[in-house]
């Protein structure tokens, strides 16, 4: 069975870090894209960032370009992003999703990590 | 950019069918992937490619393109299929994610 387990949101201040996991099991991490998508308090969807099977590329949204760093460990099974200099408007709940096969269009979802930045 | 506009909010009698519509550009080039969500659940991917459902998908849900349109369609709507819909698609870049602004389907 597919699961993705995220952990390590927060409240933090405006210009703090904090680094959300995602703890995968079921599928072999290196096998797929994997993307965070996050979704701020009663709106819609917003990709941020995504990582190739072997991490060789990484694409960001322009809005975190810079401040964020999505990066994975295989022995772990793990997926990290790494979030600097925080801003309220990045409040949102952070989802871990899988590639589709060998594709970036995402199949399976964790539950989310709910990320608050105070100012 | 790209962008996917969707209808804020649709309804439909309970048995009846609805269509919901994705619009944009790149949809001429990829096809629309729809997700199901409902309050405080992950996403979940309802439809995929051309007219694909994962396992455990209901057949009522079917996809199609045309032109710059993506629509989705539940045939015979259910009072469990009451949530908000997300149209997504890759961008010209062919690496980012798009998304549309989501559909709230009501089922009267």
């Known amino acids: 069975e597919v699961q993705l387990v995220e952990s390590g949101g927060g409240l933090v201040q405006s210009g703090g870090s904090l680094r959300i996991s995602c703890e995968v099991s079921g599928f072999t991490l290196s096998n797929y894209w994997m993307t965070r998508v996050r979704q701020a308090p009663g709106k819609g969807l917003e990709w941020v960032a995504n990582i190739k099977r072997d991490g060789s590329e990484k694409y960001y949204v322009d809005s975190v370009k810079g401040r964020f760093t999505i990066s994975r460990d295989s022995a772990k099974n793990s997926l990290y992003l790494q979030m600097n200099s925080l801003r309220p408007e990045d409040t949102a709940v952070y989802y871990c999703?899988?590639?589709?096969?060998?594709?970036?269009?995402?199949?399976?979802w964790g539950q989310g990590t709910l990320v608050t930045v105070s100012s | 950019s790209s962008e996917l506009t969707q209808d804020p909010a649709v309804s439909v009698a309970l048995g009846q069918t609805v269509r919901i519509t994705c619009h944009g550009d790149i949809l001429s080039k990829y096809y629309a992937t729809w997700y199901q969500q409902k309050p405080g659940q992950a996403p979940l991917l309802v439809i995929y490619g051309d007219n694909s459902r994962p396992s455990g998908i209901p057949d009522r849900f079917s996809g199609s393109t045309s032109g710059n349109t993506g629509s989705l369609t539940i045939t015979g709507a259910q009072a469990e299929d009451e949530a908000d819909y997300y149209c997504?698609?890759?961008?010209?870049?062919?690496?980012?994610?798009?998304f549309g602004g989501g559909t709230k389907l009501t089922v009267l």
């Open positions: 999703a899988r590639g589709l096969g060998t594709t970036i269009t995402v199949d399976y």
């Open positions: 997504s698609s890759r961008d010209n870049s062919d690496h980012h994610l798009l």
